[in-house]
């Protein structure tokens, strides 16, 4: 009774106990004595119902055996327990192992990624570096290529250099010839900057000598043709003959009456002889073809004074400035005597010569002088003219206007501005400017450093007043006027009278006009006077008493007087040439 169940669960238990384990270690064989007593039961005969005795003793012994098997199994269980013990000791172990392993991977897998990473950057840093030899790599070639270049450029250059030094030592030869050649021609141009110097210097004493040859005063007459509207009255210029032959006559024939004044006795012919005689049809640019080697004389630092002497509307201004409608046909004196002077300033600067200029335009009223140059006030006292300092005789007008000029177009506005303060005046009291002496003057300093030379001049223009007789019926102020304009020009006429005889008196001073130029008349200076004639043969009588006046002036000779001291003033070291010193040529 139930032992079959029981030999299958030992069977059962057996092989459970001889199973491997998971790890793999064999489990120890279980008891085998439990088996042989099963064997013992199984092999004893059957006893007879019976035997009861025999019965217990059998179920004793296999009591016993089972005992026994129990004892084998506890036992096993006991060994079996220890296993499991050593087994779960082992497993402690291994899974403390399986920790350390496990925190050794993380660890490593830590590295690993650390690894991985530096492997990136380390990749990273190959592609960077991989680029960047590339790029050198590039850079290295092109480096090569200009390399090569520039080898082969230096190849030429150092070519080109020993060519160049070859060249350059040809140069040096030639430079030296040539800085021989130069030095000889330095030489052969300061010879001939001493010679033009010279030349110069010799010219401007031939040129004086051929003016005072000709005169240091000159006369020329000159007759102003018919104006449009004296043409439409039919009158002639038949009184008027101009020798053909001789460019210095003129000749004017009047009718005498009887002194009953019925019957004409015949012509009364009147000869004229000057420097020039210029016929009505003569241009401005053929009168001053005659008078432009004066004022080169004003440039050699001579004084040169031009008048024009005659009877109002005998055709002065139109001489001396030109017509109102101003055309470079119709430019009178003062304008080409200007461009003439800028002109040969400019010539004589290869020579050495610098030159300034200052410019000033009165005008003498009644005795009076007034400054053309500045508007009109009737406030403004005269001018006067003193003496530039005790110990000079040299003469100024403080308080004139004297500007310096540079060029032809500021004197050409000066002149403007002169004749438009002018005008103003002749509006104002009539006609004015036909009794009044207008002088433009023009200073002219020249300086040639290089040789310590100096020169000053002065050039004065001057358009004189209506020369013509008091009339009986003038009325007070006129006769005023004309008592003054009479008295300066016969003044001017006893001073060049009396320069010509060499009178130690001068009556410069009997004079506003001969006062204020003074300076410029006489010595080495040149005087030019215009007689202006009117054509008509009702002026005739005018035109008489003007070339009478001009032949006297005419027949005055003023040859080189002693000259006179210039003032202080000018460059001390200076020496000065032309008429303001001590005569011409270097001193
Ligand atoms: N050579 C000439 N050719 C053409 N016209 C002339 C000439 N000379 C003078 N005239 C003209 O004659 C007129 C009078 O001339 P201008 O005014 O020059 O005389 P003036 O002697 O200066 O007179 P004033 O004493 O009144 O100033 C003007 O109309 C002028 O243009």
Sequence with gaps: MGGRPRRAGCRGKMAVVGAWTTLGEPVPAPPRLACRALELGGGKKKRAPWDLKGQVSDLQAELKTYKEEVQQLRKGGQELEEQRQELLARNGDLDRQLQAVKSELHVSQEQAQQRLKEVKELSDLKHQLKQQLTDTTRTNKELEGTNKDLEMAKRDLSALLEAREGDLAQSTQENRELKAQVTTLLQAATQREDQLHQLEMDRRRLHNLVLELKGNIRVFCRVRPLLPSEQEAGKGLEHLHFPPQDNGALVLSRP?????????????????????????????????????????????????????????????????????NLDQETLGMIPRAVRQVFQGAQELEPKGWEYSFSASFLEIYNEGLRDLLVGRSDQAPDLEIRRVSQASEDLHVPNLRCVPVASEEEVLKLLHTAKANRSVAKTIQNDRSSRSHSVFQLCIKGYNTDRALRCASVLSLVDLAGSERLKPQSKTERLRETQAINASLSTLGLVILALSKKEPHVPYRNSKLTHLLQNSLGGNSKMLMFVNIAPLEENIGESLNSLRFASTVNQCHIGTAPAHKKGGGGLPRTSDVGGGGKGPGPS
Excluded at 290 to 304: C, F, K, N, T
């Design 256 to 324: 005498e009456e009887s002194h009953t004044g019925r019957s004409c006795k015949g012509n009364t012919r009147y000869d004229f002889s000057f420097d020039r005689v210029f016929p009505p049809a003569c241009s401005q640019a053929d009168v001053f073809e005659e008078i432009a080697q004066l004022v080169q004389s004003a440039l050699d630092g001579y004084h040169v004074c031009i008048f024009a002497y005659g009877q109002t509307g005998s055709g002065k201004t139109y001489t001396m400035e030109g017509p109102d």
